[in-house]
């Protein structure tokens, strides 16, 4: 059963129904799906099912922490959606994720972040993950902001995954404007655990983005994957950093970030950082920075789309 705060039911009603308009989903109002829903600083709808347990409480700071625990040998074939949202027009949201998945667990994560009809916020939300033994863990992460730019978003994660653990993380910004945004991901990977990290952000006008992810593998015969895709517009800055620590026996690890860029004033850039400790391990790494091919759009624009259409058809290649 959805348990629904009694006095937050209007702000509960609202939210969903802004994700159902954003997403065409109805996922947040079916009790067979677990769900956790945020409405600013507290949490407004809960539901849960056999093996998930779900705490929550807000500090005298207004934190609100969220404890996830998923018992041993849990399979939940449905995914837990998180979502969260802020409905003031101004103000700011501080969230912390605490997950502890244990072993032989396989299970997928989608989160929303409907920040819409909003002039000036800080959002930031914080997870510490841990993922046990031989789980397989998807985490999605989508958002959704008012066009005025005015929403400032951190978000940060800290994984360990223990032996034989598998994630993948995709995080996207692409359907509405940005405003500015940290992307953290921070990554611990033991002896054969596997992470595949994707993060894609479309910037506009004055949008500034940061994004920072870090392979640490440390486990003999770890591997993971950090890839990056920007597509910066108008005066967006974007600065990448992808990283990768080889400690390993026989670890490997790639990073890759490929910026396309449209317009005089746009500032880009991309530091790929790799360090071999074990002479076992192997790296690489990939990087490109460039505008849209004119040819492509010459394509397009011969039949019968203008520019904008064009570069739009274009770009949702490049990052969908």
Request: hydrophobic share 35%.
């Amino acid at each position: 059963m959805i348990d629904i705060v009694k006095a937050y039911e209007d702000e509960f009603n609202q939210l969903v129904e802004l994700y159902e308009k954003n997403t065409n989903d109805n996922s947040l109002k079916n009790k067979g799906v677990a769900s956790i829903i945020v409405s600013g600083n507290k949490v407004v709808g809960l539901n849960t099912l056999k093996g998930i347990d779900v705490k929550s409480k807000t500090r005298g700071d207004g934190v609100v922490i969220i404890d996830v625990d998923i018992q041993d040998n849990t399979v939940i074939p449905i995914p837990v959606h998180l979502c969260t949202g802020f409905l003031e027009k101004k103000g700011e949201q501080l969230l912390q994720f605490n997950y502890n998945i244990g072993s032989n667990v396989k299970v997928k994560f989608k989160s929303h972040c409907i920040l819409t009809k909003i002039e000036k916020l800080h959002h930031k939300m914080i997870s510490q993950m841990y993922i046990g033994k031989n789980s397989f863990v998807t985490y999605e992460d989508e958002h959704f902001h008012d066009e005025n730019g005015g929403i400032f978003v951190e978000t940060i994660t800290y994984a360990k995954l223990d032996k034989n653990a598998f994630f993948q993380s995709k995080f996207y910004a692409t359907k509405t404007r940005i405003g500015r945004i940290n992307v953290v991901m921070d990554f611990d990977l033991d002896d054969y655990a596997k992470a595949d990290l994707e993060s894609k952000i479309y910037g506009k006008k004055d949008d500034k983005i940061d994004i920072q992810e870090i392979l640490r593998l440390n486990g003999q015969y770890s591997s993971g994957i950090a890839k990056s895709s920007i597509f910066a517009t108008d005066s967006t800055e974007a600065n990448v950093i992808n990283e990768a620590y080889g400690n390993g026996a026989y670890s490997k690890g790639h990073i890759e970030c490929n910026e396309v860029v449209k317009g005089s004033n746009v500032l880009v850039s991309t530091v790929p950082i790799l360090k071999v400790v074990n002479e076992k391990s192997e790296l690489t790494h990939e990087a490109s920075v460039g505008r849209i091919r004119q040819d492509q759009l010459d394509i397009l624009m011969s039949k019968g789309l203008d520019e904008e259409e064009a570069v739009n058809i274009i770009v949702n290649g490049l990052i969908s």
